[in-house]
């Protein structure tokens, strides 16, 4: 599977983005997905993981209750809605597929990667 990332922006904070990872060779419902966000200088960390059926959410701790992530069948692609931005939140993002089926926080456990999007929030 390739995944292209889009979406990302300058937004000032309070405000939303949605993020979007385009999926082609496979459709997205054969993987489970997540979505990871590295500032500069500092280790790729994740924010948001949806199993396969779509069915199974799960976010890091620093996000929930402002970002929803959520599957497109119909365009293939998974999405990441992020409201009320931090400044914080800046941050290149990245979507990522993996092949078995556990959550999984850790970069080491995604198979594949999409192209990162840039995330600016201004205070």
């Known amino acids: 599977v390739q995944l292209q990332a889009s979406g990302g922006g300058l937004v000032q904070a309070g405000g939303s983005l949605r993020l979007s990872c385009a999926a082609s060779g496979r459709s997205v419902n054969d993987y489970d997905m997540g979505w990871f966000r590295q500032a500069p200088g500092k280790e790729r960390l994740f924010v948001a993981y949806?199993?396969?059926?779509?069915?199974?959410?799960y976010y890091a701790d620093s996000v929930k209750g402002g970002f929803t992530i959520s599957k497109d069948t119909v365009n293939n692609a998974a999405h990441l809605q992020m409201n009320s931005l931090k400044p914080e939140d800046t941050a290149v993002y990245y979507c990522?597929?993996?092949?078995?089926?556990?959550?999984?926080?850790?970069?080491?456990?995604?198979?594949?990667w999409g192209q990162g999007t840039q995330v600016t929030v201004s205070s």
């Open positions: 990522a597929a993996k092949r078995n089926f556990n959550v999984a926080v850790s970069p080491r456990s995604y198979d594949y």
């Open positions: 949806i199993n396969r059926s779509g069915g199974s959410t």
